[in-house]
């Protein structure tokens, strides 16, 4: 798998790269996911290690313990596995495939709170790739109410699996709803990467509005985000339409073609009234 250094990157292999954030929603490098992952397969050698000695020594409570500690360290890399690769899976649309491995993370016994919570929250990402946008809410309030509860909690996952709650419901055209929702959550965050996804789902409403709620300052910090992030790609079409409304077109013909560079033809299932404007902006 291959992990994203930083949110922003001259390197053309960076979009598709993978992320791992922080509580905050910031990037945090490779070596730090690396080396935490080291720790986890160091404990369990360490269990391992202390089962065998258990076995030799014939004391039945260390064997015991050992057993059930290596047991669920060894779920736990499982399980995280298979979410990785789903994702990677829906990175390059191979959206059955991604389908199946985090069905698989929602059966017994592999489905803890947290496992479903990160399986909803991609499958609601699967559905809204396929353009059905009722099955793409349904899963993104299941992983809420799993995030919500979660101990320790994964603030940065329970604010995705919002956002992706908003624009299914703008998708719908349920406009109302996705308002009251996103006023519960319109604290923009200080990660850098969970704040690009937090002002696609603030424009992508405004879309559904039909209008941009703030002048062009705000909308320059916006697309200048957008310009440094290769990890939320429609933010740039969202941009051009903003442009668009504030008369600044040549501006909004710029955000445009990038966007329809970078994000192709998925921006029509994913965010259809951002595919809409795109192809109605379309030179002939």
Same mark, same amino acid.
């Given at each position: ?11 053309? /292999?960076?979009? #598709?790269?993978?992320? @791992? ?10 070596? #730090?996911?690396? *080396?935490? #992952?080291?720790?986890? +397969? ?11 000695? /258990? ?8 064997? *015991? ?6 047991? *669920? ?36 016994? !592999?489905?803890?709170? %947290? ?20 099955? @793409? ?5 299941? @992983? ?17 699996? &919002? +956002? ?13 709803? %996705? ?15 969970? &704040? %690009? ?8 409403? *405004? ?12 909308? !320059?910090? &916006? @697309? ?16 051009? !339409? ?23 033809? #998925? ?9 809409? +404007? ?7």
């Amino acid at each position: 798998m291959q992990l994203a250094r930083k949110l922003t990157s001259p390197d053309d /292999s960076t979009e #598709r790269a993978l992320v @791992a954030i922080d509580t905050q929603g910031a990037v945090i490098s490779p070596l #730090r996911r690396y *080396a935490g #992952r080291a720790a986890v +397969y160091g404990a369990l050698s360490i269990l391992s290690g202390i089962g065998v000695c /258990s076995i030799l020594s014939g004391d039945p409570l260390v064997l *015991a313990l050992s057993l059930v500690g290596t047991a *669920a360290w060894g779920h736990g890399l499982l399980v995280t596995r298979w979410l990785e690769q789903a994702s990677q899976l829906i990175h390059v649309s191979r959206l059955d495939e991604a389908e199946s491995l985090l069905q698989r993370c929602l059966r017994p016994p !592999w489905g803890s709170e %947290a496992v479903r919570g990160h399986a909803h929250l991609r499958l609601s990402t699967v559905a809204s790739h396929r353009g059905d946008h009722e099955a @793409a809410l349904e899963q993104a309030r299941l @992983a809420s109410t799993l995030f919500s509860g979660e101990y320790p909690p994964q603030p940065q996952f329970l604010s995705l699996a &919002r +956002y992706q709650e908003v624009r299914a419901l703008v998708s719908l055209g349920k406009q109302a709803d %996705a308002r009251r929702h996103f006023a519960a959550i319109s604290q923009v965050p200080a990660g850098d990467y969970l &704040r %690009a996804h937090f002002y696609v789902t603030e424009l992508y409403l *405004a879309l559904g509005d039909g209008q941009v709620p703030f002048l062009d300052g705000p909308l !320059w910090d &916006r @697309a200048q985000l957008a310009l440094d992030t290769d990890h939320a790609p429609p933010l740039l079409g969202l941009c051009a !339409w903003g442009f668009d409304q504030l008369g600044e077109e040549d501006a909004a013909i710029h955000f445009r073609v990038l966007c329809q560079r970078r994000c192709g033809e #998925r921006v029509q299932h994913t965010l259809p009234l951002l595919g809409r +404007y795109l192809e109605r902006s379309r030179p002939a």
